[in-house]
Structures are given as C-alpha cells and as structure tokens.
C-alpha cells in the first residue's frame, strides 16, 4: 500500500520551512544586519518569488543562477528554484565575467538572481551570452543589470502567486556548486536534496545541534558549498542563521554580532580564528558559543590552545571534505585537535572510505594512497560532463584526488593532492610536505612547491616564493640550509622563484598548473 504524497511530508528544506511557519511561525529563521526573518515571512517570500519566477517559465528542471554576495535573497532564489523543482547554481561573485558567463552557459541557466551591486557585472555577462533571459535584481534599479530586469524586492514582498503542483523527490537536484577549477574549467558538481539532507545529519551531530535555541553565524561566502552545507542543519532543526555580510574580515565587528546575536554555533578558517582570538575579552564576549568550528587549512598547535584558553570548555571541531561530498567526509573532535595535531579525524558515519593505490588495491596502514569515497551524501556527477563523471566514479567509488595516510588509531592526514605529486628519481615528493616546512622560514611570507623537469631525475621540486620582505628575498641556499634537518635530502627544492605574489583563482586556491607552465 502507498500512502498518499501529502504537503510537507517530503524531507528537504522547502517542506522544513512549510513546518517551522506552521510550528514555529514568529521564529527568526535568518538575521541580517540585526533585522530578523521570521519563518513565516521567510516562507512568503520565497513563494512569491517562485511564483514570479513560474510566471517568466521557469519549471522543472532549469537552472537558475544566483549571483550574489552574503545576503538573505540569495537563499531566498536558492530556495524558490528548489520550490519549483528547478536547480540553483550558486555562482562565485570574485569571478571575472568571462568566468561568469562560462559558469552562466555550461549550466544553461535560465534565470539569474544577482543584487545591486553585482548588477553591471551582469549586465556585461548578458552581452556575451543568449541567456539568461529572466534577471531579477535586489535594489531600486534592476535595469543597471540590463534591460527586461525585474525587481527581486518587489516580486519577493508581492502576494503569493499559484505554484505548479509539483512533488519533489529526494533525488531531485537541488544545487549545481562548480568547483574552483584550479587544473582547468570548472567543474558543476550535480548535489540532491538527499545529499544535503545527509549533510544535515552529519552535521546536527557534531555541531551538537540539540537545542531549540541554536543560533549558527553564516561567515563562509554563500556560493560555497561550506555555507549552504551549514545552514541546511539550521533549516531542518528550526534553528536560527544569522548571515555575516560578505566583506572584509573583522574581528571586532565579528564578536560585536556573535555577542548581540548570542550566537552558539561559528564556522571560520584558521587564520580568522586568530584574528578573534587575539581581540582582548573575545571569551566573554562570545559567552553563548557551544561549538566551534574550523577547517579549510591546517591550525597549529598555538592557535587551538589560544582557542581553548580564550572559550573553555567549548568544543572544538575541524571539518573536512570537498564539493563533491556535500561537504564534510572526516571530522576531528576537540579532544583530539591537539595529540593528532595535522590530522583531519576519521570519516563520518555517512561515508565509507578506502585508501587505495593506482590499481584500487587498499594500501597498508600507514601508507600514502588516495582516499576515495561512497555514500548517500556523494554528488551525482558532473553537470554535462559523462566522461569526467566516469572517471571520477572508477572502480565504483569517488575519487577525491586528496592523497593521505591513516595512523595506528584510524586518524587521517592529507599529505597532498594526487595531481601534485612531484616523482623525482622514482621517489614521491608530497609538495604540502614541502610547503609546511618552507612556509616556517622567517624570510617567506607565503609558498607554493611544484615540479619542473629535470635531466636525470625526471622532475624535480621547485620553490616558488613571495618574500615577507622584498628588499630581502631568501636564497636557494637560505632554503637548503632551512630543510636540512627537518627533509629528506630527495625532497629539498633544487631551484627557487620569487615573486612577489602567488597566482589564485576566486576561491583563493594556488593555481599550480599556472606556476608549473612559469618554471619549465
């Protein structure tokens, strides 16, 4: 017997927000520069946005992008093309608009959400491109992102408009997140209402997301799945985010928010950490934080004692993961951030991980070998890319390209990523290795090692640098002395390039492949 399909019985964030403006009604769902969104008005504007956005024909299926800095209206697009059954595809606004307009034409979006301030950028992608036809603008002059734009404010604040009936299924896509693209084109990777929805579990559950009172600040850029993944468990649970935003990154204006806010829950970088943890009295005025997070780069041994002496007794957790995963694939609890400082924890219940060799063979413990992964919270492939898909898919599990090793206790560490393997007189060099030692030299402000080619050795690292001080640039010989006693003598770069600043794409990723074509 089936039973019938009734209104908010499916589990993905429209149906939850039907519940909590039902349950819940006068909540806050999201602040936003202290003005609080309550669930039933969150509902409301994200139905008349849908409503308006099914008028212009859009259905099933389509895409919609969203281009946009931190800010309400972009999980309120987000969530008014999933409410159609539509996919969104959040779109980095540091992109330049030729990236822009690849992102716009590989995904075949229809419609475009974009705010004020990004409108010209729009409007110049507009005119390299046939699509999207349908672009609504937050703001009072949608027609800076060109002509035929909507209001997004007023078709948001306007009645409710008829929604076609539409059933979604877990399986239905929800997002289309593209990928960085730092070894070429970005990649659209293919996330379901069921991946996000795992996320959700996952992170209810080291988040600690257990009160009716939870209160999670949205730091992370909204187009990164690091965001979206975090603010899926809030949407779920009926908790409240506040969006932090975009900008650049004060401490002091920070803690004011996670103060005024009582704030419990906060994902940040390391290096933001630091910048709050060195702001006198930040303990007590963060006094309501239960959890701390922390990932995408690694925290020394000084910074998690910093962050423990400055919130005792708040739990410390360091995620770990990729796009492709919803995010989080391994998590490392405080009690262990300190005694397995460099490791990334052990995988999450949701995911099953091998470490494998080039042939798929399990490596032994305490081997560097490729993590790869299954589970429910893996991305369904490659937006119009098969073959990528395939490749990434082989053997039957998820290839990470993240080359690590497991310890005796079952801790992971990231030694490097596969395609950045140096195999210099067939030993491989592990360039992160290399990085973390280089980047302790007094005289380097920052450091990237990849391989150039090399007669006899077939490739050998290379050190590319940019000095803390112009005036006073470190020598090849300043390095060697430098790695001598903390390298194998095999794995010491054998040239050096100064520059005077690393090449990064919007995400603020290395582009390696740039620096490898520069040394050979």
Not at 151 to 170: H, K, N, Q, T, W
Request: one cysteine or more; glycine letters at 8%.
């Amino acid at each position: 017997m089936t039973s019938p399909r009734l209104p908010g019985s499916g589990q993905h964030w429209i149906a939850q927000i039907d519940r909590h403006a039902h349950q819940t009604p006068d909540r806050a769902a999201l602040v936003f520069r202290g003005e609080p969104i309550t669930w039933t008005r969150l509902r409301a504007r994200v139905r008349a946005l849908a409503g308006a956005l099914a008028e212009q024909g859009v259905s099933e299926g389509d895409r919609v992008a969203v281009l946009m800095s931190n800010r309400p209206e972009f999980l309120e697009a987000v969530l008014a093309a999933n409410a159609l059954r539509a996919i969104a595809v959040p779109v980095n606004f540091r992109l330049s608009a030729e990236e822009v307009a690849f992102i716009l034409g590989d995904s075949g979006s229809v419609a475009l959400a974009v705010d004020a301030d990004l409108a010209p950028l729009a409007a110049q992608v507009r005119g390299t491109l046939a699509g999207p036809g349908i672009v609504l603008v937050t703001g009072t002059d949608p027609a800076e992102a060109g002509p035929g734009s909507l209001s997004l404010d007023e078709l948001a604040a306007g009645p409710e408009r008829p929604l076609p009936e539409v059933a979604i299924d877990e399986h239905d896509p929800a997002l289309i997140m593209y990928t960085s693209g730092t070894t070429g084109r970005p990649k659209g990777a293919v996330l379901s209402h069921l991946n996000l929805s795992v996320q959700t579990q996952t992170l209810i559950r080291y988040w600690r997301l257990y009160r009716d009172d939870e209160v999670n600040l949205c730091a992370s850029p909204m187009f990164h799945i690091a965001a979206i993944g975090g603010i899926a468990p809030l949407i779920a649970t009926g908790g409240t985010t506040v969006i932090q935003p975009s900008g650049q990154f004060d401490p002091e204006a920070l803690l004011d928010v996670l103060e005024r806010e009582r704030v419990t829950h906060v994902f940040l970088v390391p290096a933001q950490w630091q910048a709050v943890v060195g702001v006198p009295e930040a303990g007590k005025r963060a006094s309501h934080l239960r959890v701390m997070c922390w990932g995408a780069a690694p925290a020394s041994v000084t910074l998690l004692e910093r962050m423990a002496e400055t919130f005792p007794g708040v739990p410390n957790v360091c995620t770990f993961g990729q796009t492709e995963m919803s995010p989080v694939t391994t998590v490392l609890e405080g009690e262990d951030a300190i005694r397995k400082i460099g490791s990334v924890g052990k995988p999450v219940p949701a995911v099953s991980v091998r470490i494998v060799d080039d042939e798929m063979n399990d490596v032994p413990q305490g081997e560097v070998g490729e993590i790869v992964y299954r589970g429910p919270n893996l991305m369904q492939g490659y937006w119009n890319l098969p073959e990528a898909t395939e490749e990434a898919f082989a053997g039957g599990w998820f290839h990470s390209g993240d080359l690590v090793r497991e310890d005796a206790d079952g801790f992971l560490y990231v030694v490097d990523r596969k395609k950045d393997m140096i195999i210099s007189g067939g030993e491989n060099i592990y360039c992160a290795e290399v990085e973390n030692v280089l980047a302790g030299h007094p005289s380097i402000a920052d450091v990237a090692v990849v391989a150039a080619p090399h007669e006899r050795w077939g490739e050998t690292p290379v050190a590319v640098v940019v000095p803390a001080d112009p005036a006073a640039p470190p020598t090849l010989e300043d390095l060697t002395e430098w790695c001598r006693p903390r390298l194998a003598s095999y794995k010491k770069p054998t040239r050096l390039l100064v520059l005077d600043a690393l090449p990064r794409n919007a995400s603020g990723k290395v582009l390696k492949p740039v620096l490898r074509r520069t040394v050979r």
